[in-house]
Nanobody
Framework: VQLQASGGGLVQARGSLRLSCAAS?????????MGWFRQAPGKEREFVAA????????YYGDFVKGRFTISRDNAKNTVYLQMNSLKPEDTAVYYC?????????????????WGQGTLVTVSS
């Protein structure tokens, strides 16, 4: 599967952004669990959110605290990350990823395919 993330940009603190990740490829999109990770300069890649193949279960990193929502539209082969109440510390490159083996959703190593990343910059 090929993943294309989009929707990043510059936003003021307390603003909102919606990231999208469009998937393409031969295998059915709904066969993948999907995740979002982020990486700030000089830091390790960090788990943000994950969603099961059906969208029936979602998981979030501790820092999210109700500000972000992950969702997916299997008919459109797309996963979304709605980010509200953004903070300067949310500044990072955000990556979407696909997991075909349903591993530990919080581990980057569980994911088999990665998008190219989209930069989110939150100004104070």
């Amino acid at each position: 599967v090929q993943l294309q993330a989009s929707g990043g940009g510059l936003v003021q603190a307390r603003g909102s952004l919606r990231l999208s990740c469009a998937a393409s490829g031969r295998r059915t999109f709904s066969s993948y669990a999907m995740g979002w990770f982020r990486q700030a300069p000089g830091k390790e890649r960090e788990f943000v959110a994950a969603i099961t193949w059906s969208g029936g279960s979602t998981y979030y990193g501790d820092f999210v605290k109700g500000r972000f929502t992950i969702s997916r539209d299997n008919a459109k082969n797309t996963v979304y990350l709605q980010m509200n109440s953004l903070k300067p510390e949310d500044t990072a490159v955000y990556y979407c990823a696909a997991d075909e083996k349903y591993g530990s959703y919080w581990r980057p190593t569980s994911y088999d395919y990665w998008g190219q990343g989209t930069l989110v910059t939150v100004s104070s």
